[in-house]
Structure formats: structure tokens, C-alpha cells
């Protein structure tokens, strides 16, 4: 059964940083682009960046430019995303996705995981 697996959210200061991982189970991570969205409560869910599966990064966010970073390792399964000066407005259950090609577009990934709640606050 192929299932994506996010962890590594939590509780964060603003200004500080967080690792989320997503991990694979079911299929081969690397033959596929991964995704990381986030969703807050009462917005639509937004597209951050996405990582091919040559390992190409794209980030569609200009919001978490120079900030949030996109990485694979093929062989751990896993795609992680490390977020440094958080911020509370970033305050959401962040979401990692699959699908054969990088979209930001929420619609366009077939598989997702089942998120994992970031919550910036002092």
C-alpha cells in the first residue's frame, strides 16, 4: 500500500527553525516529484516548493524564499523540508504529496500524507 508519513512538526518560537520529514512506504520515493504544501485554518492549501525526482528544486512560495529548503534522500526514502525564522503566520498542518512531475498545484498530486500541525508561537 503506498502511504507518504510527515512528522518532525511541533510547537517553534518565532524566528526559530523545524525539520519536517516525509517518509514513503508502498514505493519508491525517488521515482516521483514530492511536494510540500501547508494549510491554515480557513485557507485554501498553498504550495511551497517541490523537489523532482532528479533532485531539481523549485519553490513556488516567494514567501518562504531563502528561508525553507527542500532535500531528498533516495536512500532513507524520505524528503525532508527545513524551515528556519518561522513566523506565527505560519501557523498550519503542513502536507508532503507525490506525483510524477512538480505542480504547485494541490490538485495535480495523487498521493498525500496525512500532515503534520506547525505552530509558531511565543
Known amino acids: 500500500q503506498l502511504q507518504l508519513v510527515e512528522s518532525g512538526g511541533g510547537l517553534v518560537q518565532p524566528g526559530g527553525s523545524l525539520r519536517l520529514s516525509c517518509a514513503a512506504s508502498?514505493?519508491?520515493?525517488?521515482?516521483?516529484?514530492i511536494g510540500w504544501f501547508r494549510q491554515a485554518p480557513g485557507k485554501e492549501r498553498e504550495g511551497l516548493l517541490c523537489i523532482s525526482s532528479s533532485g531539481g528544486s523549485t519553490i513556488y512560495a516567494d514567501s518562504v524564499k531563502g528561508r525553507f529548503t527542500i532535500s531528498r534522500d533516495n536512500a532513507r526514502n524520505t524528503v525532508y523540508l527545513q524551515m528556519n525564522s518561522l513566523k506565527p503566520e505560519e501557523t498550519a498542518v503542513y502536507y508532503c504529496?507525490?506525483?510524477?512531475?512538480?505542480?504547485?498545484?494541490?490538485?495535480?498530486?495523487?498521493?498525500w500524507g496525512q500532515g503534520t500541525q506547525v505552530t509558531v508561537s511565543s
Open positions: 504529496a507525490a506525483d510524477p512531475s512538480c505542480s504547485r498545484l494541490a490538485s495535480e498530486y495523487d498521493y
Open positions: 508502498g514505493f519508491t520515493l525517488g521515482d516521483h516529484a
